[in-house]
């Protein structure tokens, strides 16, 4: 299983809007709902921001949103703030029965 | 997010195998599926294996099937990933995960152990 498609990298001044995609298949992202995206800052484990393609965890921000459209889902962080500033990456479960990941996106607040 | 404490992981030789625990900190890991993900330097997470909450399910990534085993310990509440037959290519953190839906989201996840596979 190839990793999904994620542009390397980001970046937008505080206060702007920045999307992310993640493109896979019809294998997994365009076959289920069940796309979640995580925020890794360095040297930490990832955290779970959306999962279920829009649901985002009690805790995390509402400038962060997401949607899925055919085989691509995307990630939008709306107001960006310095604290955005980590690697995010797609995942997705997949017709094989497995997770797969993006190849992430590098997020550079300037 | 639930506390997740992972530890086993060490310097092994190539063909070598490790043991790798995840033990739960205030919570019942038993109550939930579980994943091993793993993540090379400098690289991005890749999913190892899952097992389901009761252990009746168990399924592994192509990169592991035949050399890593996932298993869990419900009287100690301890989740394991065995690891056999070690390549270099196997150098990662490993960190385990809860699966907090459908098989569609790891919501808690540990710190990591890290696993050196070199001769």
């Known amino acids: 299983q190839s990793a999904l498609t994620q542009p390397p990298s980001v970046s937008g001044s505080p206060g702007q809007s920045v999307t992310i995609s993640c493109t896979g298949s019809?294998?997994?992202?365009?076959?289920?709902?069940?796309v979640s995206w995580y925020q890794q800052a360095p040297g930490t484990a990832p955290k779970l921001i959306i999962h279920?393609?829009?649901i985002r965890p009690s805790g995390v921000p509402d400038r962060f949103s997401a949607s899925k459209s055919g085989n691509t889902a995307s990630l939008t962080i709306s107001g960006l703030q310095a604290e955005d500033e980590a690697d995010y990456y797609c995942?997705?479960?997949?017709?094989?029965?497995?997770?797969?990941f993006g190849s992430g996106t590098k997020v550079t607040v300037l | 997010q639930l506390q997740l404490v992972e530890s086993g992981g060490g310097v092994v030789q190539p063909g070598g195998s490790l043991r790798l625990s995840c033990a739960a900190a205030?919570?019942?890991?038993?109550?939930?599926?579980m994943h091993w993900v793993r993540q090379a330097p400098g690289k991005g997470p890749e999913w190892v294996a899952v097992?389901?909450?009761?252990?009746?399910?168990?399924y592994y990534s192509d990169s592991v099937r035949g050399r890593f085993t996932i298993s869990r310990d419900v009287s100690m509440d301890t989740l394991y990933l065995q690891l056999n037959s070690l390549r270099v290519e196997d150098t990662a953190v490993y960190y385990c995960?809860?699966?907090?839906?459908?098989?569609?989201?790891?919501?808690?996840w540990g710190q990591g152990t890290l696993v050196t596979v070199a001769s």
């Open positions: 995960a809860t699966e907090d839906g459908d098989f569609s989201h790891m919501g808690s």
């Open positions: 097992i389901w909450h009761d252990g009746s399910k168990k």
């Open positions: 279920d393609v829009t």
């Open positions: 995942s997705s479960y997949t017709r094989s029965i497995s997770c797969v």
């Open positions: 019809s294998n997994d992202i365009g076959g289920y709902n069940r």
């Open positions: 205030g919570f019942i890991v038993r109550g939930y599926g």
